[in-house]
Structure formats: structure tokens, C-alpha cells
């Protein structure tokens, strides 16, 4: 487990623009290192800012597209190409633009699709994809991830994680279907704790003032099963991305200067 680090920026535009060129750098990294690299990407409003920002970003291009496995963290459990999954949201902001090879594009199930309605065989066919990719070195059913993003909701939720939902409580599964989400649409897909730990880094992205309560009570010793954010981390890592909205409520101590 690693202690989380803070990085405040100024606003939410340049919290995207300085993640994407945090993301570009440890992508290339990773490719340098190990001839691949893997991220997990997270839906929501700050996630999709961050691919809109790569996608502008100069320095995409010294990204090897073809070398690049995307997962995703969560799905909203709709027919494919429905505009509320996240796969579709991503596609539009960044990859749609980018030479990935799809084969290396894991999106998560689609209603309506293979396992038609049933949502929890189309979560155990996932975790059966990542245990697939999952390497002799890696520990357990996952891959280890270079980067996991994860958006903080308002509740604290990550992923598709809600307080005190039975999936915040999987301490076997590393992926479950969710059923009665409070968020819209109420069927989903999520990692689990247990699959996000896997990754060497995670990224946690909150910005606004709608998640500074989330933000203040998920870094100030709340239960994962209330505060389903504390539960995130890696196994090298663990960065907080946030703007001076979201951190407005931080303790003084946890506080730090702003990034221009
Ligand atoms: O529904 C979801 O919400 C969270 C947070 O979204 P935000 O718009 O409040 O930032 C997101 O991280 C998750 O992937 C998504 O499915």
C-alpha cells in the first residue's frame, strides 16, 4: 500500500492539460522499460477531460499507439455505442484519433451483447480477459498495470463503487457486475479493490467544488465501505490529481502550494 500524494492545480482545464502530459510521459516510460504499457481508463467528467486534452496535446505523438493496452475501470452496463458508456465517451474524445491496435482495446461488455442481459456472466468474461493478459510476473488474475485513473464521484465513489454497495466489499472478484447503482444507469460493470490494487500506479481525478466533501472525507481516514475512494491504491503509487475547488476542504495539513 502506498501513502497518497497531492498534486493541486489551479483549475480543471489545466488539472486536464497537466495529466495528459503526466499520462504521455509515463506511457512512453513504460514502453522504454518494458516494450508495452497498460492503462485503465475511468469515465466521468474529469477522465473524459484528460483524453480531450491528450488528444490536443503535441506530445501524443511520442506515444507508440500500437504498444498500448486500454482497459477501462468501470462501464455503464447499455447497448454498444449507447452515448452514456464510457467506451463510447472515450472513443469520441481521444481514441477514435489515435492509431491504437484494437485488439489491445478491452472494453467491457455491452448490454444486449454475448451475455445479453446477464451482467454478472458479462463481469466474470471480463475478469476472464484480464486473467488472460495477466503475466507469470503479475500477482494474482490481473495485469499490473502501469496506470489506473479513477474519477471520484460526489459520494466518494471510484469506478463503479458505491458506498456501502456489495461490490465495495468483493475481496475475491476482480470484476463484478453492480446492480442498483445510485448513479445512472443502475447496472454496471467494476474492477474491484482487490483489481485496482494490482496497479503499479493509481490516479485518483476530482475537480470541482461538487467533490471537495469527497475529497476531504476520503483522504481523512474514512472505511473504503463508506468512503469507497480511501480504498484505492497502488503498488507504487497513489496520486490524487486535484484543482483548488476540489481540495477547498482538505485539512490545512494535507494542503499544498498550486501548480501554475
Ligand atoms: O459514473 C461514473 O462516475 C464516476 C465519476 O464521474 P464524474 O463525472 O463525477 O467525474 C466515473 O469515474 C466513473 O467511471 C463513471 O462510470
Redesign the pocket.
Known sequence: MTGPELVVHRDKELMARATSARLITAIVDAQAARGTASVVL??????NGLLAALASAPARDAVDWSRLDLWW??E?FLPEGDPDR?DTQARAALLDGVPLDPARVHTMPVLDGRHGKDVDAAADAYAAELAAAAGPDDEGPVPAFDVLM?????DT????LFPELPAVRETERTVVGVHGAP?PPPT?ISLTLPAIRAAREVWLLAAGEDKAQAVAVALSGAGEMQAPAAGAYGTSRTLWLLDEAAAARLPAAQERPSVS
Not at 479513477?150 to 460526489?154: A, D, Q
Not at 465513489?157 to 463503479?160: N, Y
Open positions: 475511468t469515465g466521468g467528467r474529469n477522465g475501470g468501470d455503464r464510457n479513477l474519477g471520484v464521484g460526489p465513489h471510484v469506478a463503479s448513479k454496471r
